[in-house]
């Protein structure tokens, strides 16, 4: 089995356009906690935070193989 080790820095709503379909076998996200975090990365009005995270869920899920695994981490500071 291949593997790779591509990192790709970027707008995961733009480098996952660039991904194929089904090739991922494991997609580890720390996803942005809405706008908790302004002073550190800006973030996402709280409710528009669906309608922003729907459209990377799909391409999440087009470019993951049907035996992937998808997972979030969670940092408790
Ligand atoms: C909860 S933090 C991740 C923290 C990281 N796991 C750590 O250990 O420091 C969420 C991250 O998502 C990044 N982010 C926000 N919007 C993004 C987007 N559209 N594409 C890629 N990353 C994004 C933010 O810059 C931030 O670093």
Known sequence: ?????DIFCGDASD????IEEN???LIVTSPPYADQRKDTYGGIPADKYIEWFLP??????RVLKPTGTFGTIELVY
């Open 23 to 25: 090739c991922v076998d």
């Open 15 to 18: 480098i996952l356009q660039d």
């Open 1 to 5: 089995m291949e593997i790779n080790t």
């Open 56 to 61: 990377i869920s799909k391409e999440l899920l």
